[in-house]
């Protein structure tokens, strides 16, 4: 079974899409009765609170409204959560805290496999997008690569930087034995039917050699059926 449409985000450090981007959110997300964000940072209520209202008003402001918004924290009923994550149009995987924080939440609130089930569209932000992939590694934390949710082939290095020369160094050093995109702010990935598109400026960096990406320049395999 095909997955729907998947973005893969960096950071908006200005909270607003870029005009490219909001051209594609414009074209994919016809339906929009709810958008479920789920947070990395799980007992951070009032900035969840915020990053939600924040991130849906990046939504609206782009004439992309929702009849609902919410988010799903350690507030969260585990039922409610599934229901949510089951009746969602878009799901929005947030940022801000630790890839493992956000995966330990998706598991204790019996959300996972409804998530890898779900026709919604399925967005990645920072840490959002580090879990996407089939295997990750969250250098803030540890060398050591994981399993993440497996929605994407693209192992992911957000907010690149050449002049952040700690990140830039983690990001080489990820990138020994495996393919590495190193994405900067107001970049994104749009993957549908196994076509993956590339905006703003994104580095494929392999064995600590960088190589910035042109136009459909992706040229990895797409991990385009379910898991399981």
């Not at 799980?42 to 990046?58: H, R, V």
């Not at 996407?132 to 590694?137: K, L, P, S």
Request: glycine share 8%; proline share 3%; charged share 30%.
């Amino acid at each position: 079974m095909e997955r729907g449409f998947l973005a893969v985000f960096s950071g908006f450090p200005d909270h607003h899409f870029s005009d490219e981007i909001a051209k594609r959110l414009r074209e994919e997300l016809t339906e929009r009765k709810s958008i479920v964000f789920i947070t990395a940072c799980p007992l951070d209520y009032a900035q969840n609170d915020d990053d939600c209202e924040g991130m849906y008003e990046m939504f609206a402001e782009q004439g992309l409204p929702f009849r609902k918004h919410c988010v799903i924290d350690q507030r969260t009923e585990a039922s409610v959560a599934k229901k949510l994550v089951e009746n969602a149009d878009c799901i929005f995987l947030m940022g801000g805290g630790a890839c493992a924080d956000q995966l330990a939440l998706i598991r204790e609130k019996g959300c996972r496999e409804a998530l890898l089930e779900s026709h919604a569209a399925v967005f990645g932000l920072s840490a959002g997008s580090m879990n996407m992939a089939r295997i990750t590694v969250d250098f803030s934390e540890s060398m050591e690569p994981f399993d993440g949710l497996g929605f994407t082939n693209l192992t992911v290095s957000c907010h690149h930087d050449p002049a952040d020369t700690w990140r830039y160094e983690r990001t080489l050093l990820m990138s020994e034995g495996r393919v590495v995109y190193a994405m900067e702010d107001m970049s994104a990935f749009f993957i549908k039917g196994g076509k993956i598109d590339a905006v703003g400026r994104v580095w494929r960096v392999e064995n600590r050699e960088l190589r910035l990406l042109t136009e459909g320049g992706v040229g990895e395999p797409q991990q385009d059926r379910r898991r399981g």
